[in-house]
């Protein structure tokens, strides 16, 4: 089938033909729109209900393999995949953490903090309090670029090495930390930056 067979599925044969000349990626919320004005269609954009709820429904079947005994650590990809469903597409830094428990099966995915279009203050103290209420042996660090570039900076490696500090502290493992862009994602630790 094609892909406008296959969106003709989900909104129907007249929205479909509309929308089928747009990247899939655009059309699903997981990229910005590539021909965005600045003014009305930038504040008017939205997805098409239906295409929201099946790009849910990935993300609800992503989380669930994540769920699932040691899934996550067998498979860095899957973890790349629920996380650039998640904030790929923000145009906002956001920091999120994956919170593990013992045997390395998700307690928690979540943002604990926002920040604007080119950084995000985090603040140790409160991961670390984040950790502890949550009862969690391990941790997934993630947070996106807006910019598109899903490479490491300086300050991205250094905040690194103080929340593996402090969460150390507390019995609390940093097992990874992921960069975002888009459907991009880098591992520090597949880069040996743990």
Same mark, same amino acid.
Request: glycine share 10%.
């Given at each position: 089938m094609s892909n406008a067979d296959l969106l003709a599925? #989900?909104?129907?044969?007249?929205? &479909? !033909? &509309? #929308? &089928? /000349?747009? *990247?899939? @990626?655009?059309?699903?919320?997981?990229? !910005? *729109?590539?021909?965005?004005? #600045?003014c009305e269609d930038a504040a008017t954009y939205t997805v098409h209900p239906a295409l929201a709820a099946a790009k849910e429904l990935f993300t609800r079947c992503?989380?669930?393999?994540? $769920?699932?005994?040691?899934l996550c650590f067998s498979s860095p990809e899957t973890t790349k995949a629920f996380l650039c469903s998640k904030i790929g597409h923000l145009e906002h830094e956001a920091f999120w953490c994956l919170w593990l428990d013992a045997q390395h099966r998700l307690i928690? @995915? $979540?943002?604990?903090?926002?920040?604007?279009i080119t950084q995000a203050s985090v603040y140790p103290r409160e991961v670390v309090k984040r950790a502890l209420a949550v009862n969690a042996a391990a941790v997934i660090l993630a947070h996106n670029h807006p910019s598109g570039v899903a490479e490491p900076s300086q300050a991205d490696q250094m905040l690194t090495r103080t929340l593996k500090e402090a969460l150390a502290l507390v019995d609390v493992r940093v097992l990874d930390h992921f960069v975002i /862009?888009?459907?991009?994602?880098?591992?520090? &630790? /597949?880069?040996?930056?743990l």
């Open positions: 599925m #989900l909104v129907g044969r007249e929205t &479909a !033909k &509309a #929308l &089928a /000349a747009k *990247p899939l @990626a655009e059309l699903f919320g997981f990229t !910005k *729109p590539r021909q965005k004005q #600045l992503i989380r669930e393999r994540m $769920e699932e005994e040691d928690l @995915a $979540e943002e604990l903090f926002r920040g604007t /862009a888009g459907h991009q994602g880098t591992s520090f &630790a /597949a880069r040996g930056l």
